[in-house]
């Protein structure tokens, strides 16, 4: 699977008691923030907020029937987005696969109708050997762009607009970019990550090359 997309998949009602966590979330000093525009929560602080654990459910439901997929959650961020948080330079606004690779699903808890609210976007297309690339990339890949992704004449990454409540599940191994927010635009989204225990096992040799590297 390249990418799924599934509109309405929150309905109205439920979005609100979404939206308004989601602002309590940021309100809360207290929370773990990797970053100051996104809030996280594991397996196990995810169950003290009732509606994020039920869309979980949800969508871990979703994952089980559409799709092939046998992972597990790992964790969940809350990502709000204002256009200064945008560097059109930087990851992850440029093509690339990540370097964990997670079945994300994507929630918007905001419209993202057009370019300027800043869909993702994602390429329709399988490309082969990603995970062995993936598999060799050192720990300072990122400075040295090895986990971008250069596209051909034939290949573009689609932006993925949607109305508040709409899904997106896509693969890492996908190549994708976040999309750039515009001033006087603001983007919301529930991103849970799932995993196949499979994925991001190491191996002894990998560890230790990760050590001295
Ligand atoms: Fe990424």
Redesign the pocket.
């Known amino acids: 699977m390249t990418f799924q997309v599934q509109s309405r998949f929150s309905e109205s009602e439920k979005l609100s008691v979404l939206q308004a966590e989601f602002h309590r979330c940021f309100e809360d000093q207290e929370l773990k923030s990797p970053f100051a525009n996104v809030r996280h929560f594991d397996a196990t602080s995810i169950v003290h907020y009732k509606a994020f654990d039920l869309l979980r459910q949800k969508v871990e439901q979703t994952i089980k029937t559409e799709t092939d997929y046998r992972v597990s959650f790992r964790k969940l961020w809350l990502v709000n987005t204002d256009p200064t948080d945008s560097d059109q330079t930087k990851?992850?606004y440029i093509p690339?696969?990540?370097k964990e690779r997670y079945l994300?699903a994507m929630i918007y808890l905001t419209d993202v109708i057009d370019t300027q609210d800043g869909p993702i976007h994602l390429l329709d297309q399988e490309i082969q050997g990603t995970d062995q690339r993936r598999r060799k990339l050192p720990k300072n890949h990122k400075e040295r762009g090895l986990n971008h992704f250069r596209l051909n004449e034939n290949q573009t990454l689609q932006p993925i607009p949607g109305a508040a409540g709409t899904l997106i599940l896509f693969d890492?191994n996908t190549p994708?970019?976040?999309g750039l927010v515009s001033p006087g635009h603001n983007r919301k989204v529930l991103r849970f990550d799932f995993e196949d225990p499979e994925w991001n096992r190491k191996s002894l040799l990998r560890k230790v090359i990760d050590r001295i590297m």
Request: aromatic share 10%; hydrophobic share 30%.
């Open positions: 990851l992850p690339h696969f990540d994300k890492t994708h970019k976040a």
